[in-house]
T-cell receptor, first 115, second 113 residues
Framework: GAVVSQHPSRVICKSGTSVKIECRSL??????MFWYRQFPKQSLMLMAT?????????EQGVEKDKFLINHASLTLSTLTVTSAHPEDSSFYIC???????????FGSGTRLTVV | AQKITQTQPGMFVQEKEAVTLDCTYD???????LFWYKQPSSGEMIFLIY??????QNATEGRYSLNFQKARKSANLVISASQLGDSAMYFC??????????FGKGTHLIIQP
């Protein structure tokens, strides 16, 4: 089956620094990857859609200069939180479009804490 | 725009009982898919069951079944013979076109021994 590996699973960073989150498709080519954010006890909210080789499409209200998405290869998409602040602390999770699971396979998520 | 409504923030159920988690949706797409995911405290999203908008029969996957009532725009999840390990957050979601999923607010299910 399709597997999406997401790293790191947890990260703590200082305010003002940048953090990179990686999602790799291990056994398939991920043309499209979705990035979601989930605040504690809330739902998953779509942040952006990335397509291999093109610029990401951001949802309304998501700062594209703050959340940099790179999808330079068919097996890797990255989300970089730049100049992170405590309000960026959240659970970030990616999802690739696949043939498995009726079209969506999720990574295991990254819990970001900014101190 | 698509919307998912889950009206049960939390539920307590006795072990071995059946439980129904409610989900209603709204969409203007003629073709869509409805999903249920389980999210344990670890955060991973575990796919449970899928129902396509044109599927005539309700989907079933082991102890999970989806009560799909298209005219009422309802897609309730039924878990039969609940187990302690079923305690988790449950999310209903809808897909349409080439977009990502739209999720409901979730239901926190707690199975009591």
């Amino acid at each position: 089956g399709a597997v999406v590996s997401q790293h790191p699973s947890r990260v703590i960073c200082k305010s003002g620094t940048s953090v990179k989150i990686e999602c790799r498709s291990l056994d398939f080519q991920a043309t499209t990857m979705f990035w979601y954010r989930q605040f504690p006890k809330q739902s998953l909210m779509l942040m952006a859609t990335s397509n291999e080789g093109s610029k990401a499409t951001y949802e309304q209200g998501v700062e594209k200069d703050k959340f940099l998405i790179n999808h330079a290869s068919l097996t890797l998409s990255t989300l970089t939180v730049t100049s992170a602040h405590p309000e960026d602390s959240s659970f970030y999770i990616c999802s690739a479009v696949t043939d498995a699971n009726y079209g969506y396979t999720f990574g295991s998520g990254t819990r970001l804490t900014v101190v | 725009a698509q919307k998912i409504t889950q009206t049960q923030p939390g539920m307590f159920v006795q072990e071995k009982e059946a439980v129904t988690l409610d989900c209603t949706y709204d969409t203007s797409d003629p073709s869509y898919g409805l999903f249920w995911y389980k999210q344990p405290s670890s955060g991973e999203m575990i796919f449970l069951i899928y129902q396509g908008s044109y599927d005539q029969q309700n989907a079933t996957e082991g102890r999970y079944s989806l009560n799909f009532q298209k005219a009422r725009k309802s897609a309730n999840l039924v878990i039969s013979a609940s187990q302690l390990g079923d305690s988790a957050m449950y999310f209903c979601a809808i897909s349409g076109g080439a977009d990502g999923l739209t999720f409901g607010k979730g239901t926190h299910l707690i199975i009591q021994p």
